[in-house]
């Protein structure tokens, strides 16, 4: 299910778009030249992105957990903050303190987040290589400082991998910053049955669907601070493989480069203590849950 998550990260939520102006933008280039440069600006922001603290909100099921999360070169790690609008149960609470002190102790399992970390990081840049052979762009005119393209499978594309066909199968639009030429929101839907051998291995249903936003968080980096993802489907005739994620970001706030798992887990405990003592200077912050407020 990875894959359907990182098909994604390339991948928010808005009733409008704004970039980073409201000014009518230069006459656009080609729309495939514009994806084309896009993307080499994503790929390169991919390679060279700092290391980022925040709150996430995601919401499964009938539960709404907040969490925090910093971003380390090991992959991010993670503290359940409140569920249901509550503080953790004292069962909860040591289970996060067990799975925590586990991945502390582990080399084992330190190798497998490096590991699992290093190929999602990859599986996002040959998602996001792929886009713009894989689909077709027509502009859709500009709204609100960004540029409007709808896109559509290229007929001529030979997807040959099961990301290239899932890809291959949604159709949608996104928005681009006209001035910096970023990535600030698609939306995605799939508009036909997707089978993988022949229906025995799976199938991917008519009608699931993805948004993401993005946000800037500094002058070159960008977040994704929004993210619904809505996909049915089934595998072997059996197993559900339907996905329903809901996600809001916030209270962005850069770490040092480099931090290892120990020092990303000292500074989320660092974090909460402050959000619990002392209210939020920033407006921005300000906004999220008191116990979720990360401080610079």
Known sequence: MRMLWMSAGLIGLSQSVWCAFAQPAPPPIPAAQLVREVIYNELNDHRDHGFWRYWIQSHAGNEIQLQNQVETAEGPV????????LPPSAETQQREQVRL???????????????EYAEDEAHIG??????????????E???????????????????????????????GTLWI????????????????NLDFGYGILGRLYKGGWFQLERTQ????????DHLEVHFLGRALLLKNLNRETSEVRGGFAPVPPGLHIAQGLAL?????????????????????????????
């Open 78 to 85: 993670t503290r359940l903050a409140l569920s249901n609008g």
């Open 101 to 115: 002190q586990h991945l502390l102790s582990s080399p084992q399992e330190q190798a497998r987040r490096r590991q």
């Open 126 to 139: 040959r998602i996001m290589a792929l886009m713009p052979e894989a689909y077709r762009f027509q502009y």
């Open 141 to 171: 005119g500009d709204e609100n400082g960004c540029h409007k393209l709808s896109f559509n499978p290229n007929p001529a594309y030979s997807a040959h991998t099961i990301e290239a066909r899932v890809m291959h199968a949604i159709s």
């Open 177 to 192: 910053d006209a001035r910096m030429k970023r990535l600030v929101r698609i939306d995605g839907h799939v508009q036909e």
């Open 217 to 224: 968080v500094s002058s070159t980096e960008w977040k994704t």
């Open 268 to 296: 989320l405990q660092q974090s909460e203590t402050q959000a619990r003592t002392q209210a939020p200077v920033d407006p921005a912050l300000a906004q999220a849950p008191a116990v979720l407020a990360l401080r610079p």
